[in-house]
């Protein structure tokens, strides 16, 4: 069965400071999907990314960056030089394809202070 | 253009009361699902439907009713409400409907519902 897990509950930095939100996976399937959304305070949930389990290339953009390891079964997310604008609660999410079960990690809380 | 619209997104019922959770989207996508997020628990899938009148159950089905008559509509119902159902309720949809490529969903803003 699928299962994402954050073991980071909470963390808490200061602006500017780079910051990684840790995720790990299991699944029996060797092709899969991999996601992270964003939820800031107002609670909406927002895409960042998907990336598929054969394309192990880190992914940039802009201050944001993903690192896929299918060695150790994680899908890490870098904020680099983060900002109060950063603070928001981060979930990694898995999908199996033809299930239609997106499985969720319980989520990072991320606090930037200024 | 509106997205993924949820209503309402406020209640409060008293146990044993039952109410429907309107959703909507306007782009015309196939696959939508309702999901629930819990403190500790991230999101759990409810129900979700890969087209007009396909429904399927997801992780935690219990409690819950679902019906897609049209592409645009996914309500979802609480037969008989629990303090356990206590939670903030999403709505999301995508353009994926087979899923054999999953597709980034697109979330409501949510919907905080309180049993008391």
């Known amino acids: 069965a699928q299962k994402v897990t954050q073991a980071q509950t909470e963390i808490s930095v200061v602006e500017k400071e780079d910051v990684t939100l840790d995720c790990v996976y299991e699944?029996?399937?060797?092709?899969?999907?991999l996601f992270w959304y964003k939820q800031p305070p107002s609670g909406e949930l927002v895409f960042l990314i998907r990336r598929n389990s054969f394309d192990e290339q880190n992914e940039i953009s802009g201050r944001y960056s993903w690192n896929f390891q299918k060695s150790t079964s994680s899908f890490n997310f870098t904020i680099t030089a983060s900002q109060v604008v950063d603070s928001a609660v981060y979930f990694c999410?898995?999908?199996?394809?033809?299930?239609?079960?997106?499985?969720f990690g319980a989520g990072t809380r991320l606090t930037v202070k200024p | 253009n509106a997205g993924v619209t949820q209503t309402p997104k406020f209640q409060v019922l008293k146990t044993g009361q039952s109410m429907t959770l309107q959703c909507a989207q306007d782009m015309n996508h196939e696959y939508m699902s309702w999901y629930r997020q819990d403190p500790g628990m991230g999101l759990r899938l409810i129900h979700y439907s890969v087209g007009a009148g396909i429904t399927d159950q997801g992780e935690v089905p219990n409690g819950y009713n679902v019906s897609r008559s049209t592409t645009e509509d996914f309500p979802l119902r609480l037969l008989s409400a629990a303090p356990s159902q206590t939670s903030v309720y999403f709505c999301?949809?995508?353009?994926?409907?087979?899923?054999?490529?999953?597709?980034?969903?697109?979330f409501g803003e949510g919907s905080r519902l309180t049993v008391l």
């Open positions: 699944t029996r399937d060797t092709t899969y999907y």
């Open positions: 999410a898995l999908s199996e394809p033809n299930n239609n079960d997106m499985r």
């Open positions: 999301a949809s995508s353009y994926t409907a087979t899923r054999i490529v999953p597709g980034e969903l697109f």
